[in-house]
């Protein structure tokens, strides 16, 4: 059985390249997915249909082939990490798509079945059912190659009303990654965050062999505006950090250090050897440890009405060492602006800085943290290639080199 699913996922890869291979083997698994068909072939049943956008070859999100007008809803973004002309130049993509002469410029991907789809076989049907809602379609989205990539499924209605936005966990890691939000979310229902706001969690469980997770819309978000790259204040920082408990503790007793080991036992060599060597050097120093939201970027937060809001939770942690969350957010912008893995690192430390002073972290601890930061971000990406994630070549060999430079500065 694994070695036809492995033929299969190979077909479908040449016929439809790469990335939509990945998702249709995650969604679709057992039809016949087919690109730009000139018609329904005999004996078979069409169970969903959708437009590629922006092109085959660059595929980005699959929206409804028969609702042009899903388009807008469908490609609107939440972050504060873009500019006014990037703002502009994309409603003008937005107006063009959704008229007739645009809409036909995007390829139909076309599903099919030898027979009638099952009940809870389509992830639409599902999301109606749990939903209670028998007018939702549904837009899938899907990243560039990262270690937690996975399908996201906004569900809205004809109208283009957005109900909600469901993850698709499909292998351990991106399941793990739904688990830890979902708690993340249940802690925050029961004690509201009192300078951000966070999503409510709409519904949680399995489909098929998969899991899904639903958050709610932020209502107001067509009016959210925002610096790109703008840090988030201290105030938010600092409640983040206290929300599960501060305290000291030696670097290798701490639960986030545990799972760091844990998460990298299985990988290469050199990275076990790495984490070792970081160990042994620092394994025993005091330092100040709290929580962190683990994917403190600017595409995961908007400021809405003057009240930042934010998002993903996949990765919060308590017992993590004060002060990754702000190297995290001045890494991922430096290398989203530069792709270079060691720029990013020397901008992060002078980024975050001020930053760090206020949390109260010293300036001894700077390199050990962005070494600590670093053991973090290359096991993520070890992880997520071991367990078929795709991986942008050449990302975890960076991060292993840069992480060795650094533990020797800590």
Not at 61 to 72: D, H, T
Not at 185 to 200: G, I, K, N
Not at 215 to 224: E, G, L, Y
Not at 297 to 318: C, F, I, K, S, Y
Request: aromatic share 8%; with cysteine.
């Amino acid at each position: 059985m694994a070695e036809l699913a492995g033929r299969s996922q190979e077909a479908r890869g040449r016929a439809l390249g790469r990335d939509l291979a990945w998702l249709t083997g995650i969604m679709w698994p057992q039809a016949d997915v087919v690109m730009s068909p000139t018609h329904v072939p005999a004996g078979r049943r069409v169970g969903e249909a959708f437009a590629v956008i922006p092109n085959a070859s660059r595929p980005r999100l699959l929206v409804p082939f028969s609702s042009p007008a899903l388009v807008e809803p469908a490609m609107r973004r939440y972050d504060d990490g873009m500019s006014a002309i990037s703002r502009a130049m994309r409603s003008l993509g937005w107006r063009f798509a959704a008229s007739s002469v645009g809409w036909t410029r995007f390829p139909p991907l076309v599903v099919f079945f030898d027979r009638d789809p099952r009940p809870d076989e389509l992830l639409t049907q599902h999301l109606r059912a749990v939903l209670e809602r028998p007018d939702v379609v549904t837009a899938i989205s899907f990243g560039p190659p990262r270690p937690n990539r996975k399908p996201v499924v906004q569900a809205m209605t004809l109208d283009g009303d957005v109900l909600g936005f469901g993850k698709v966990g499909w292998n351990g890691p991106t399941k793990a990654l739904l688990r830890t939000e979902a708690s993340a979310l249940h802690r925050f229902a029961s004690h509201p965050p009192q300078t951000f706001r966070v999503p409510e969690l709409v519904h949680e469980g399995p489909w098929r062999d998969h899991a899904i997770t639903i958050t709610a819309p932020i209502a107001t978000a067509r009016r959210s505006r925002g610096r790109p790259g703008r840090t988030p204040s201290v105030e938010v920082t600092h409640e983040i950090a206290r929300s599960g408990g501060i305290a000291v503790m030696p670097l290798a007793s701490t639960p986030w250090w545990r799972s760091v080991l844990g998460r990298g036992a299985l990988d290469g060599e050199s990275t076990t050897l790495v984490l070792r060597w970081l160990e042994e050097l620092h394994g025993r120093r005091l330092m100040w440890h709290g929580s962190w939201h683990g994917d403190w970027a600017p595409q995961n937060m908007a400021t809405v009405d003057g009240v930042l809001h934010v998002w993903d939770w996949e990765r919060a942690l308590d017992g993590v060492p004060l002060g990754l969350d702000p190297i995290h957010f001045a890494f991922q912008l430096g290398l989203r602006r530069r792709g270079d893995v060691s720029r990013a690192a020397r901008q992060a430390l002078a980024r975050s800085a001020p930053m760090l002073r206020a949390l109260g972290v010293p300036s001894d601890d700077d390199a050990l943290l962005l070494a600590c930061y670093l053991a973090e971000l290359l096991v993520r990406f070890e992880e997520g290639r071991r367990h078929g994630a795709p991986v942008r070549p050449g990302v975890p060999e960076a991060l292993l080199a840069e992480l060795r430079l650094w533990v020797g500065r800590a």
